[in-house]
């Protein structure tokens, strides 16, 4: 049985490059999701099985900041592994998004085996 | 085991279990390997120069001196073996920084950026690399297992892609996931 | 006159992203913006944290469009849309402002606002103060501007 990821990311072109990523990788995904902003991001939490999440930094409306704290404000969002893939390679930011519960974080530009082995380690699965 | 060496410019194939595919002193070079677990084919390819639009007529005479014109062949010959692109084991080795006969310092930089670009439109994504760096470096690649050995300038022999730190854009120090 | 660590930054960061996303080499690297051509494009966005300011990038038609056809892992150019080569554009310039300024600035966050891609404005050519560099890219150039705002 696969799972149901989330791409948060105000780039069209990035949620491509992402999702072709994972594809490639061989993880059995059974949906991938997209939101263009923080506030889609948490419409699709809400409604939607999700297992996984990539997101972002900096989205209009609500950023990935504000996403994961929202997320661990509500008890059925908290527990969701979140992978932080940002341009923002600062060490404030870093420490402030694990320490808002972020599981991993990529940062751009990188490289797609990094997506990979993140992905592997916060899912605990190995791809063959 | 049956030594099958990979000279510069050079490109072999293999489904014999006993064969050991080699090649020597990686420099600016970059060596792409490929290895089909399902039906233990493996190939490599040792290639100089990233892009063979600059000498046409030679790329005609020896098409594995170049990145676009040898990986794709590479691929195709173990196709042809019966491999699957979706299933192998893709590494490279070489790339390192060194003065060659043309004085130029990077195309080391060059061969692997030409390297990654062909992989990523071709749909294909590394699972190990030993590039960069100053040294050369030789390679061997077991046909039968799959298992890939890398000796650097030192001189020591070790298995390639032995836990390292992995890859770009990853931030370290982020605490495992807590499975119960 | 700009920061000698500002152009370092800027120079390395954009020659970094350049090809870990997009496999594009530079082949020189110069202080001045070359003239403006037909169809070149321009994306900019706003940053603001411990210091804000703008930041923009000019890339000329015929580099956008391979630019973009590389990072989408495409084979031939002509398939792509001109509203990716925009996205592509936008995510180039968002990707390479916020290397810059992790480069800069290893202690306060920044927020980057959401990248506007359009025909490029001369006004950036007059800031004297901007950290500038051009870079040729074989089949055209990129120009990458960061100006910091005076507190």
Redesign the interface.
Known sequence: MGFRLLIAD?????R??IR??IE???FEVDEFLEAADGDDALRLLRSEPIDVILTDI???NI?GEQLLCSMQQEDLLRAK?VIVV?????????H?M?ALG?????????????????LE??L?VEN? | MRSLIVGIADCQVSNDPDAVLVTYALGSCIAVTVWD?VVRVGGMLHFMLPDSTIDLPQAGKRPYMFADVGVPLLFRQSYEMGAEK?RMVVRLAGGAQVMDDHGVFDIGRRNYVAT?KIL?KA?????QEAVGGSGSRTVRLEVGTGKMWLRGAGGVEEEFGAPSR??????YG????D?G | MSDPLETQALSLATR??LE??FFIEVLSETDEPPQGSPGTLEARLRFAGERSGEFRIWLTAEAARSI?TN???LDDENAIRDS?VG??A??LA??I???A??RL??????????PEVGPPADDARTWSDAASRTFDLGNGWLTTILRFEHA
């Open positions: 105000d780039s069209a072109a990035m491509q490059v072709r990523v490639l990788s061989g900096n989205m209009p950023n592994p940002s341009t923002d390679a600062t060490e404030h930011r870093i402030r694990l972020a599981k991993g974080y990529i940062t751009k530009p990188f490289y797609p085996e990094a997506l990979r082995q993140e380690r916060v605990g063959e | 677990p979706r990654r990523w749909g294909v994504l590394i699972q992995g890859s770009k854009g990853i931030v982020v605490p495992s996931t499975r | 970094d992203v870990t996303m973009a990072f989408l892992g990716q996205e592509v936008a995510e968002n990707i402002c916020g290397s300024l992790s600035s290893c202690d306060r966050a920044f927020d980057l606002s959401h």
